[in-house]
């Protein structure tokens, strides 16, 4: 029996993310055995890890959610699938106010990202808004000591863990765009593995597909990082119909950029280049310059 070795990293989030893809590989391969392997991080990116040991042919296969993993394509290596997404919503928690619009003036809210600390201060400038470090289970224990009166992680991380009773709101889009490809997974290979290709290609969802693709083509064109305050959100249609909306935002959340876009599915990445282009013609490209010094 062919044995093919999964990689992933060791939060209870990436480990519970594993457990699920496992699990639908071998319902459509029940002839393969699939095994797993926590890759320790070797870098501050939480992909290149990851990428390593599949170069290195530690694993088969590398499971990567979508948000963490760089837009560009890593040399010798193919992002073959992405699943069926969740809900790519942030989420509020709070500690005892249950909507972000019932935080009191001065409230102060954990935010593990550039890109939300940005959004927040621009819906709500009376906030506090501070950096919160760590996995789920770290930002919500940090929650209950009373450091925050709220916490904003992305909903789909607490819907993998089981956690849907901690979620207060579902935050709108309209108020907190969220980073691309939230609440998907990846699934990359080797390039000419075709075996490894074909097993992962199985769980490829083509409407998650295409809406990660445009939301990391967005990402790409900007030519930021993903720490940068950017963020973008898209759906398609049963028609086809592919609608992506982008934002830029200053650190401090007193400038933004949104805009949409929309064209067919099957041209997703040039849509997300467009959109990314328009933002940048737009002013994007001086907010973004605030991004790099502050």
């Not at 909507?99 to 102060?108: H, N």
């Not at 809406?211 to 930021?224: D, K, N, P, T, Y």
Request: with cysteine; charged share 30%.
């Amino acid at each position: 029996m062919r044995v093919i070795v999964i990689g992933t990293r060791g939060s209870l989030l990436a480990l519970a993310q594993t457990r699920w893809v496992v699990e639908r590989l071998k319902e459509n391969w029940p002839e393969v055995e699939f095994r797993t392997k926590t890759i320790t991080n070797r870098s501050e990116d939480p992909a290149a890890g990851l990428q390593d040991a599949l170069r290195e042919r530690e694993i088969d296969i590398a499971l990567h959610a979508l948000r963490d993993l760089p837009p560009s394509q890593a040399d010798g290596l193919h992002l073959t699938a992405v699943t069926r997404r969740v809900d790519p919503r942030e989420a509020f928690v709070g500690r005892t106010a249950k909507r972000l619009e019932d935080l009191p003036k001065g409230a102060v809210v954990g935010a593990p990202s550039l890109r939300r600390k940005a959004q927040l201060l621009a819906y709500r400038p009376d906030l506090v808004v501070r950096e919160i470090k760590g996995d789920v289970d770290d930002q919500l224990e940090a929650l209950g000591t009373g450091e925050y009166d709220a916490v904003i992680m992305p909903a789909g991380s607490l819907l993998r863990l089981d956690l849907r009773n901690r979620i207060d709101q579902f935050v709108d889009p309209e108020i907190l765009l969220p980073a691309p490809g939230q609440g998907a997974l990846g699934l990359e290979v080797r390039l000419g593995d075709d075996y490894a290709e074909e097993l992962a290609y199985s769980l490829n969802h083509r409407p998650s597909s295409d809406r990660v693709c445009a939301e990391r083509a967005f990402v790409a064109a900007l030519g930021v990082g993903l720490e940068a305050p950017v963020a973008a959100l898209a759906f398609v249609e049963d028609d086809g119909t592919l609608r992506l909306e982008g934002g830029v935002f200053s650190p401090d959340g007193r400038e933004m950029i949104r805009g949409e876009i929309e064209g067919d599915a099957a041209e997703a990445a040039v849509l997300g280049a467009e959109l990314a282009q328009d933002l940048l013609a737009e002013g994007g490209k001086e907010i973004l310059e605030q991004a790099k010094v502050s």
